[in-house]
């Protein structure tokens, strides 16, 4: 297994299996990995002649410093995770320096307005933060195909934007949400959860899919209005967000049309841990 500190490195080496006409499967990660990371390493595996995973906290994305500070970084478990896949991932870990030079700023990006819905209104600059992260990678690493689950479907929709928007020669392959047997969607914020939050919180994919089976028969109002109930009675959950909106456009929804797709989405804080999830609702 090789690790890539820095960028010249990693291009260097990329440059050489190109011209070996090989194939570069690549899952950017910001560590910590876990078996939902692990399911997007295997698809690029599967599919291509090489995977690539980088291991970068970007500290553009974060709009919470303490958040930054808190998030683990365990880069030698995270190497001896993905050696169990295969010991020959590349690893790309560089510093901040390496990524940002002496610039630690965020580009301005306009994502067609997926970037003010959701997240966007609760975390400001976020999705500048992130789209200036992956692009950058995106010209380090140069992949063929990139993998990205949907449990942040919304970056999933703005990183399929950006390739678009700016015409990156890479293809995006969604990937199913990765869950606990309790059903909470992995994270990596999963093992900062103190045992009662931990125990409590599949409670938000419980609800996420009762509101898919009521979304059948009643208005998304209704249901909207039913999720916030149930969490109000909840003791250690606070609810911050559940909407449901188009699948495409993400704007929420004010009348559903049988010619739409719909998901719910959700923001939780389990004490001082914000968790996030989302369903296909049609």
């Not at 291009?11 to 399911?39: N, R, W, Y």
């Not at 419980?206 to 509101?211: G, H, I, R």
Request: charged share 25%; glycine share 4%.
């Amino acid at each position: 297994m090789k690790i890539f500190t820095e960028l010249k490195q990693i291009k260097k080496f990329i440059e050489q299996l190109k011209l070996d006409k090989q194939s570069v499967g690549f899952v950017p990660t910001m560590g910590a990995l876990h078996p939902g990371h692990l399911s997007l390493v295997s698809e690029a595996l599967a599919n291509n002649d090489v995977a690539v995973v980088s291991i970068f906290v970007n500290p553009t994305q974060f709009d919470n410093a303490e958040d930054l500070e808190k998030y683990p970084r365990t880069l030698e478990n995270d190497a001896a995770l993905l050696r169990t896949l295969s010991p020959d991932i590349l690893i790309y870990a560089p510093t901040v320096e390496d990524i940002y030079q002496n610039n630690v700023a965020a580009e301005q990006f306009s994502f067609d307005g997926l970037e003010n819905e959701m997240e966007g209104k609760f975390r400001p600059g976020h999705f500048d933060g992130v789209g200036t992260i992956v692009k950058r990678l995106f010209e380090i690493v140069t992949p063929d195909h990139a993998y990205f689950g949907e449990k942040d479907f919304q970056q999933l929709a703005i990183i399929k934007k950006l390739v678009e928007k700016h015409r990156i020669p890479v293809r995006i392959i969604p990937c199913a949400i990765h869950r606990e047997v309790s059903g909470l969607a992995m994270s990596s914020r999963n093992t900062r959860l103190k045992p009662a939050y931990k125990e409590a919180a599949p409670f938000i994919y419980k609800t996420l899919e009762s509101a898919k089976e009521q979304f059948g028969t009643k208005s998304a109002n209704t249901v909207t209005e039913w999720v916030h109930s149930e969490f109000a009675k909840h003791d250690l959950l606070e609810l911050e967000y559940f909407i449901i909106a188009d699948a495409e456009t993400l704007k929420t929804v004010k009348r559903k049309s049988k010619q739409k797709k719909y998901r719910a989405f959700i923001a939780v804080y389990a004490d001082d841990i914000r968790l996030i999830d989302n369903i296909a609702l049609n």
